[in-house]
């Protein structure tokens, strides 16, 4: 199973999809770029304590987590 986590201000949603079902990989595509248009930041776990920004939806990722666009002031 693979994941997707999304941060907000009252903590996080996890969204579980199955890399081997067609179905739940085109909603788990979906949702990734309604998160990304809507200016979140989505960062693919590469490695024990390693992540890499990432622009395009990938099945194969095992934890995709986005993190919303910060705001100053």
Do not use: C, K, W
Request: hydrophobic fraction near 40%.
């Amino acid at each position: 199973m693979a994941i997707q986590i999304v941060m907000d201000r009252t903590g996080d949603s996890r969204h579980l999809f199955d890399p081997a079902n067609e179905r739940e990989i085109a909603r788990a595509e979906r949702r990734f770029y309604e998160l990304t248009n809507a200016g979140f930041t989505a960062a693919a776990r590469t490695g024990p304590g390693q992540v890499s920004q990432i622009r395009s939806f990938d099945a194969n990722a095992e934890e995709t987590v986005f993190f919303p666009r910060l705001v100053g002031g």
